[in-house]
């Protein structure tokens, strides 16, 4: 919406141009009226739109045509004044000229206390003829009639105008204006049945309105829908054909400031294009920082996908999918997502490879997912500000590796090799996909990034691996920058090692990245390196943990061996980076970290208590204990008892962990 609202007077001399200015300021007709009244302004808290409004004048006899084109360049909206007992006044020589410059234009019949008839019949066919006029309003500056409502009327086509909305022609919406309605209307359902039922049309009224919808009107709507349309109402529910008929009823009555209402509370611009500011709300990320999801944004984007998975298989078809997506101007995903996450087996895109995505471009691209979640209306269906409520910044890595703790869920490791040495088999196993698998993908759908969750010690974290390009003499400072870097070379190549050897000693010997060395392709003949000593020597020098065998050549889901150190490399590595989280996410069946069951389960997992319990069983089966004690009946009554105050305790610490709940 315009922050203020520019009205420029125009018409034949004589009409009461300046007459009106004046009357309206002095809510008194003028007993001396000049030629031109100087420019007001008035206050947006006098105004109905709370807007701050500027009304100039103009004059023939003290302004040249220049200075009227240029008036007519700054004005907003045009009032072509006109007498209604002359009907050839309005015809005046500035009409022509501010058609050519595409303003809303009010016509305003002035004197009509002169006439007993009215002009309408009169300016009826000019209105029809061009476009550009809104509305016709007749007044009187002598009798104080309809001053008020002329300028209201003004404000009215500037702030809420017809021509974007509505085709006079053709007496329907027109296509840009049924396409917003259309997305909003899919945004609203939020159950994706096609229907907006009681509680998604009170959400819908509180949302746009600030107002709930009582449980009258609400029927009143939908029997003037019933009335007029056979398919507007299903199930007690408005259908879209409803929808969109009840907001051209509201445009043809002149209410078109409720169709704008709800166009911009979703965003959309007076071109009914979504707003910049709404698509790209500011967000500060400070340098060395990462972007994550935060819970809220997790928790919006299960239930997008919970509103459009139909069948409920945990899997998105591409029918699904592409019904997904329907909001969005374009489709966002390429089919290279569908091997940079996790698929069943039909090639779909899983619940876990969904959220991955999401995760990836918030890492990634944040702007880019701002702009995602702006077309799926997280702001309004999630009820903040806007999409950045959704982002978490990390705090510098820097500060991280000082206190050696972190609290970020999302790690990145870049995959080093010479062409052939295994980087994409790795990045598809890592996804569970074996060899067969991965010849089923084309070489245009191949993608060179692989996310999904790796539980480390209890912990669900996001594990993002990017393949880099073999290129020796220059890598970037992107290439450079991650969690862990995984140097793979082909054990059936002999010059295969020799690159990732070179590799780190140039870039990664010095720095505090942790590295680990991918013996790929290890279900072939394995062939001695071309180095000067083998990998295992080689990880022994650099203290660095001994090459993990992999082969994607298997009937399984490929692993790494049987020992999950390269997933725990990224969280501890030989210089002690990230030696605790503060947090673990639980695989329970919400995973927030927030409820009585998360807070009971992290409480137990705690190395705290197993600490204690590990205590408790050494003083238990100690030598201490004999054989008579165990078959003593007052040891037995002393651990019964212990049992049961344990219990007792563990009962009152979970009592008093929900009841702030």
Not at 370 to 376: H, P, V
Request: contains cysteine.
């Amino acid at each position: 919406m315009r922050k203020d609202v520019r009205i420029l007077l125009v018409g034949e001399p004589k009409v009461g141009k300046t007459s009106l200015i004046m009357t309206l300021v002095s809510e008194e007709f003028p007993a001396v009226v000049p030629y031109r009244a100087e420019e007001i302004t008035i206050p947006a808290d006098v105004t109905p739109e709370r807007v701050p409004t500027h009304i100039v004048d103009y004059s023939e006899a003290e302004q040249t045509d220049e200075q009227l084109y240029q008036e007519i360049s700054k004005a907003n909206v045009i009032c072509i004044v006109y007498s209604v007992n002359n009907k050839k006044s309005y015809l005046c020589s500035p009409f022509t000229v501010c058609v050519c410059f595409r303003v809303p234009l009010i016509l305003v019949g002035n004197k009509s206390d002169l006439v007993e008839h009215s002009s309408m019949e009169t300016v009826l066919p000019i209105m029809n003829k061009y476009t550009e006029i809104e509305t016709c309003v007749e007044c009187s500056a002598k009798n104080l009639k309809n001053i008020s409502e002329l300028f209201y009327y003004a404000q009215k086509a500037v702030l809420h105008p017809t021509g974007p909305l509505y085709c006079p022609e053709k007496k329907e919406m027109r296509s840009a204006c049924v396409r917003a309605l259309t997305r909003i209307f899919k945004v609203s359902d939020l159950d994706n049945d096609g229907i907006l039922n009681d509680h998604e049309l009170t959400f819908f009224q509180r949302t746009c309105f600030n107002t709930p919808l009582a449980p009258q009107a609400l029927e009143d709507v939908k029997n003037v829908v019933r009335k007029n349309l056979t398919d507007g109402v299903r199930d007690n529910g408005l259908t879209l054909k409803g929808f969109l008929f009840l907001h051209t009823l509201f445009i043809q009555r002149g209410r078109h400031e409720t169709t704008w209402a709800v166009l911009r509370r979703f965003g959309y611009d007076d071109d009914l294009e979504l707003h910049q500011d709404y698509l790209f709300p500011l967000l500060k990320i400070p340098p060395d920082c990462t972007t994550e999801l935060n819970h809220n944004a997790y928790l919006f984007l299960q239930s997008v996908f919970d509103k459009h998975d139909k069948d409920r298989d945990c899997a998105l078809s591409p029918e699904e999918l592409m019904d997904l997506f329907d909001v969005f101007p374009y489709v966002p995903w390429g089919l290279d997502v569908n091997s940079t996450v996790c698929t069943n087996d039909q090639g779909w895109i899983t619940y876990q490879g969904y959220l991955s995505q999401w995760t990836l471009t918030t890492y990634l691209d944040v702007q880019r997912c701002l702009e995602y979640l702006g077309y799926l209306g997280y702001s309004i269906i999630a009820e903040q500000e806007s999409q950045a409520s959704a982002i978490t910044v990390t705090r510098d890595k820097k500060l991280d590796l000082k206190k050696k703790q972190t609290q970020r869920n999302v790690f990145r490791g870049h995959a080093f090799g010479i062409t052939g040495s295994g980087k994409t088999g790795f990045l598809q196993g890592f996804l569970g996909r074996n060899l067969v698998r991965q010849k089923a993908i084309k070489e245009e759908h191949k993608s060179y990034y692989a996310i999904s969750t790796a539980h480390v010690y209890g912990q669900e974290k996001y594990l993002l691996l990017h393949e880099i390009f073999p290129d020796f003499d220059f890598l970037s400072e992107t290439e450079l920058s991650c969690d862990i870097v995984c140097l793979i070379y082909d054990v059936s190549n002999p010059c295969s090692f020799e690159y990732c050897a070179r590799i780190f000693k140039q870039y990664f010997m010095d720095s505090k990245t942790p590295c680990m060395l991918i013996a790929a392709k290890s279900d072939l003949p394995e062939t001695k390196q071309q180095y000067c000593m083998t990998p295992l020597e080689f990880c022994r020098k650099h203290k660095m943990p001994p090459p993990q065998s992999y082969t994607c050549n298997t009937a399984a889901a490929p692993m790494i061996s049987h020992d999950p150190q390269f997933l725990r490399l990224p969280l501890y590595s030989n210089d002690s980076f990230l030696h605790f989280f503060d947090h673990a996410r639980l695989r329970c069946m919400c995973t927030c970290n927030r409820c009585t069951f998360c807070l009971c389960q992290n409480f137990l997992n705690s190395e705290l208590v197993q600490t204690v319990r590990t205590k408790l069983y050494t003083v238990i089966f100690s030598r201490h204990i004999t054989h008579a004690d165990l078959k003593s009946s007052t040891f037995w009554l002393r651990a019964s008892v212990g049992a049961t105050v344990c219990a007792m305790l563990g009962f009152a610490m979970y009592r008093a962990l929900l009841r702030p709940r």
